[in-house]
């Protein structure tokens, strides 16, 4: 499994690189849901189905950043602007 760092890092690249894409999108929901962990980080498993085997490691990868208590820091913040720069094509 990616460490959390790498697959934050790694997260960025591969949204940046096709952010319309399914996996794009599903991988940045997640992204999302995880900084709400008050509410429960609410995720829908079921969407890793739709997701290849690429972009699932990613996503385990950021959740093992919740088990780190990374979520939120600096290099988060910074790689999650990026992310919804991608997403939103500014």
């Known amino acids: 499994m990616l460490a ?3 697959a934050l890092e ?4 591969f949204i940046e690189q096709a952010p319309e894409s399914a ?3 599903t991988l940045y929901a997640l992204a999302n849901t995880l900084e709400y962990e008050r509410a429960g980080c609410l995720f ?6 739709d997701m290849d085997k690429q972009a699932r490691e ?6 093992e950043l919740v ?3 990374s979520v939120g820091d600096d290099a988060w913040r ?6 919804d720069r991608a997403i939103r094509g500014a």
């Open 10 to 13: 790694r997260s960025v690249a």
């Open 67 to 69: 088990v780190e208590q």
């Open 4 to 6: 959390g760092t790498e």
């Open 44 to 49: 829908k498993l079921v969407k890793l189905r």
């Open 78 to 83: 910074d790689a999650k602007a990026r992310m």
């Open 23 to 25: 996996n794009a999108l």
């Open 58 to 63: 990613l996503a385990y990868g950021l959740m």
